[in-house]
């Protein structure tokens, strides 16, 4: 039995970036103690750095996604294979613009959202009038006159 019963999230992003911001951490607190600019301006930069660094190497699948994970994926020097996609809840992923919408292959987004509405007029007819009235889209029956369109205020 392992000493370590948890992930503990162990990654070469990880380290990396702890390695550069404690560096320009340092930098930072020098210049504060020196009441020195350039020195303040080098610690911010540095850490910006470590910032970019740890967001890069994330990207590139050398960081791990939030939450649980298996035990197989636990050392160090596992690539995480999911990084192309994006890990779903992933702050860096989504800024990266990755994992926001998932559309089926061969759907645009209008034509996923079109599906989107009629699987929930399929489930609950009461869910799909919300949904209609929430997008400002009003259902017409079948035979039955589309109401006027309203007046412009202009």
Same mark, same amino acid.
Request: proline residues 6%.
């Given at each position: 039995m392992?000493?370590? =019963?948890?992930?503990?999230g162990h990654t070469v992003a990880g380290w990396t970036g702890f390695g550069i911001a404690s560096l320009g951490t340092t930098v930072?607190?020098?210049?504060?103690?020196?009441?020195?600019a350039? $020195?303040?301006?080098?610690?911010? +930069?540095?850490?910006?750095?470590? $910032? $970019? +660094? +740890?967001?890069? $190497?994330?990207?590139t &699948?050398?960081?791990?996604?939030?939450?649980r994970r298996s035990r197989e994926q636990w050392g160090m020097r596992v690539r995480d294979t999911g990084a @192309?996609?994006?890990?779903? &809840?992933? !702050?860096?992923? @989504?800024?990266? &613009? @990755? &994992? !926001? @919408?998932? +559309?089926?292959?061969?759907m645009t987004p209008a034509k996923s959202s079109e599906a989107a509405k009629s699987s929930v007029a399929a489930k609950a007819p009461e869910a799909?009038? =919300?949904?209609a009235a929430a997008s400002g889209v009003m259902p017409v029956s079948a035979g039955e006159a589309e109401p006027a369109a309203a007046p412009s205020g202009g």
């Open positions: 392992s000493a370590h =019963q948890y992930d503990e930072l607190g020098l210049g504060l103690c020196l009441v020195s350039p $020195l303040l301006a080098a610690g911010i +930069t540095i850490d910006v750095v470590a $910032l $970019l +660094t +740890t967001w890069a $190497l994330h990207l &699948g050398w960081g791990k996604p939030p939450g @192309r996609v994006g890990h779903p &809840g992933c !702050v860096g992923c @989504r800024l990266a &613009g @990755r &994992g !926001v @919408r998932r +559309t089926a292959v061969g799909a009038e =919300q949904a």
